[in-house]
């Protein structure tokens, strides 16, 4: 297990500025984001259901582990296809199953990994920060990137997402986007909001209780709102988030009944935002909790695109880092 909290910044550039490790978005520059969606945006081709053989051979011979020490579904898998799209081997490591169990420490495990020649680490972990002390153990042939760490960032999500608006909506110069829910304990929040500050949106909203919204949104020029209806008025992005139970302490956890009066996403919240206003959602949705099935599987959703365009989007990542 990691005990502390790495503190120091670790670098996801070489010395040229390219990808090296994914980690974050909180300080990408916007060039580096917008290189990875245009690249994103030439594998859609790829995984085309009308193309025969959806395989390109960029990281044939090359090595992925996917090493999630948390429970995950999309990104887990999206992972896998991505890194079969690009040729190279997977290898699923089952946590459960796994010397984890039997007390072995995390760098032991990755050294473990490495002596396996491993060439990319998709790294999953409970712990903030865990991928970037990974990334500072490993030599520099070794790629790590960052698959969700505790509440502090989710990158690749954050760019599916980024992806997703751009192709429904086309320019960030003019957007407002709401993020609603338990913002404070959401990776896919915090990548999201760095993420769009720096491809120049000029308007994210957060709409949530007081105890689900973290304390440094201001700082971020966020603005905050604890009512839908003034929240969700003219924008063009609505994203709802599952409360993250699993992160809270027992008798924090709001109740689903009265989540959903105040903050659950209903058609006739919705009707408030723009009438071509997209509804987004990272998964897993827990429907009557944070977002009616009307909503979810109604017109305006894009929630199921989002998970397709994560394959794309993670083998750009992959192969940007590794490819090069
Ligand atoms: C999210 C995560 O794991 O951070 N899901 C995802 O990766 N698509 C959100 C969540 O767990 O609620």
Partial sequence: MVKQVVTQAV???NAAGELTHLLTL???PKEQIVQILDTAQQFVSVTDPAREVKKVPLLRGKSV???FFENSTRTRTTFEIAANRLSADVINLDI?????AKGESLIDTIDNLIAMQADILVVRHNVSRAPMEIAQHVPTFVHVINAGD???QHPTQGLLDMYTMRHFKHDFRNLKVAIIGDIVHSRVAKSNIHALTTLGCPEIRVIGPESLLPSDLDMLGVKVFHEMEAGLKGVDVVMTLRIQKERMEQGQVPEGNAFFKQFGLTQARLALAKPDAIVMHPGPMNRGVEIESAVADGPQSVI???VTFGIAVRMAVMSMVAGN
């Fill in 11 to 13: 670098k996801q550039t």
């Fill in 26 to 28: 909180e300080g990408m």
């Fill in 65 to 67: 582990f996917n090493l």
């Fill in 96 to 100: 459960s199953t796994s010397s984890t």
């Fill in 150 to 152: 505790g509440s502090h």
């Fill in 304 to 306: 199921l695109q989002q």
